[in-house]
């Protein structure tokens, strides 16, 4: 993402007031009598908390237009934080209910309301399962691909079933006309789910690729190279992604995201680089020539502005480089002679990604490469352990804040990076930065 200040905080504001929006609508026309402060505020937490779950379906929707100004691996990053708010806001609503007046545990039960104490019973157990399957997803050994199912079922339940109540208490609901604007923002909330599920993988079927190549590289990665079959193929920025579907149908649930890293100005063919990480990346090497294939995208503001003349310095670990490689390679085909500098931390010396490419790139490009690995061989006379500040004062131009910053990789890393770069007087609206732990 790039850090632009001013956009950032129009898009705060704008999520705020949709977020607290039910709250102004419930005070609009005639009120009802005010009850305790407990009360009230166990209310408003409930209409907050549901509308943030409803808005998680808007962050889920890989809206271009939306993504490619904040960054759609930022968006998702933001949808994981707001989730747990809404986890929180949800069911603080009806713990504050039972210990300020435990009468209102008549609504769990059942001899007095079957139906109901079933339904809310229901929604706080879907409320913790959604909470554990994201949070433990990998440690429960749940399956990426079935969690999402699992994750989409669940957070529409819990939506329907707080529209339900919603209505059925109907305290401050009572009027048709706000009964009818609910019913509507939870439709508009769905009706989101169904255009990523279904009418997205319509639009993708009319425009399907094939695998013409499977290329192993270094690191326990493969490089899959893809065709358009039967259309004019996608047009990108070096440093965007796609999310891949490989097989017949585009609406198989092995949906997965991936860094384009082949340049922008070869429209022939679609590369990604994918590193064997867990149980879908680990079968890149089974994939035979001529797979079906389907992508959607391209998303992501992770892009370098191909017009401007400014410097740049990538500061990448692992598998983050493969974005930076579409850059490179992207500007070598301009014959772009912009000073760059890349500072790329990995375990070893044989499980750098593009090794060999890399040194090419150097005599083609205004291009300086320092590597930095954990474990050197017998005789590195280069830069060790993991990238550091010390590492960064060693290298980055003095004149720093003349550049812009893009910064992919491990997550201590980028967090250690981006206070670093700000402290040291790079703008915000210079630094870039992608993480990869976004599903």
Same mark, same amino acid.
């Given at each position: 993402m790039n850090y632009s200040l001013g956009r950032l905080l129009l898009w705060i504001v704008f999520y705020v007031v949709m977020a607290i929006s039910p709250m102004l609508i419930a005070y609009v026309g005639p009120l009802p009598l005010p009850r305790s402060f407990w009360v009230e505020l166990s209310v408003g937490l409930g209409?907050?908390?549901?509308? =943030?779950?409803? $808005?998680?379906?808007?962050?889920?929707?890989?809206?271009?237009?939306?993504?490619?100004?904040?960054g759609l691996d930022s968006m998702l990053q933001f949808h994981r934080q707001s989730g747990l708010i809404a986890f929180f806001f949800i069911l603080a609503h009806p713990l504050l209910l039972f210990v300020t007046n435990p009468g209102y545990l008549v609504y769990l039960d059942p001899r007095v309301n079957l139906p109901r104490a079933l339904a809310l019973s229901a929604v706080l157990g879907a409320l913790v399962l959604l909470i554990v399957t994201t949070l433990w997803r990998r440690t429960a050994g749940l399956r990426y691909e079935w969690w999402r199912v699992i994750?989409?079922?669940?957070?529409?339940?819990?939506?329907? =079933?707080?529209?339900?109540? =919603?209505?059925?208490?109907g305290f401050y609901v009572s009027t048709p006309w706000k009964q009818a604007l609910w019913i509507a923002m939870t439709g508009g909330a769905m009706l989101l789910l169904i255009n990523t599920r279904v009418l997205r993988p319509l639009q993708m079927r009319r425009n399907p690729y094939y695998v013409t190549a499977v290329r192993e590289?270094?690191?326990?990665?493969?490089?899959?190279?893809?065709?358009?079959?039967?259309?004019?193929?996608?047009?990108?920025?070096?440093?965007?992604?796609?999310?891949?579907?490989?097989?017949?149908? @585009?609406?198989?649930?092995?949906?997965h995201p991936f860094s384009i890293s082949s340049s922008a100005?070869?429209?022939?063919? =679609?590369?990604?680089?994918i590193k064997a990480l867990g149980d879908f990346t680990s079968t890149m090497h089974t994939v035979e020539p001529g797979?079906?294939?389907?992508?959607?995208? @391209?998303?992501?503001?992770?892009?370098?502005? @191909?017009?401007?003349?400014?410097?740049?310095?990538?500061?990448?670990?692992?598998?983050?480089?493969?974005?930076?490689?579409?850059?490179?390679?992207t500007l070598r085909d301009r014959g772009?002679?912009?000073?760059?500098?890349?500072?790329?931390g990995n375990s070893d010396w044989e499980s750098v990604l593009f090794q060999e490419e $890399?040194?090419?790139?150097?005599?083609?490009?205004?291009?300086?490469?320092?590597?930095v690995l954990q474990n050197p061989p017998e005789g590195w006379q280069g830069e060790t352990g993991l990238i550091s500040k010390?590492? $960064?004062?060693?290298w980055l131009p003095d004149e720093i804040a003349k550049n812009g910053y893009f910064v992919c990789g491990p997550e201590p890393m980028m967090d250690m990076v981006e206070p670093y770069l700000s402290q040291h007087g790079v703008p915000l609206r210079k630094i870039f930065s992608e993480r990869f732990s976004i599903v």
């Open positions: 209409f907050v908390g549901l509308a =943030i779950m409803g $808005l998680q379906f808007v962050l889920t929707g890989r809206f271009q237009r939306v993504a490619a100004s904040l994750h989409g079922v669940l957070a529409l339940f819990v939506l329907f =079933i707080g529209l339900v109540h =919603i209505l059925q208490v590289e270094r690191g326990r990665a493969w490089t899959l190279v893809l065709a358009p079959d039967g259309h004019e193929g996608m047009r990108f920025a070096a440093g965007q992604f796609v999310w891949l579907t490989l097989g017949d149908s @585009p609406f198989s649930l092995q949906q100005e070869q429209h022939d063919r =679609i590369e990604l680089t797979t079906r294939a389907y992508l959607e995208g @391209p998303y992501g503001a992770f892009t370098l502005d @191909p017009t401007s003349n400014q410097g740049a310095v990538f500061i990448v670990g692992g598998v983050g480089i493969t974005p930076i490689m579409s850059m490179l390679r772009d002679q912009r000073p760059l500098l890349l500072i790329y $890399l040194a090419l790139l150097q005599q083609a490009l205004n291009l300086e490469v320092v590597h010390e590492i $960064l004062g060693r």
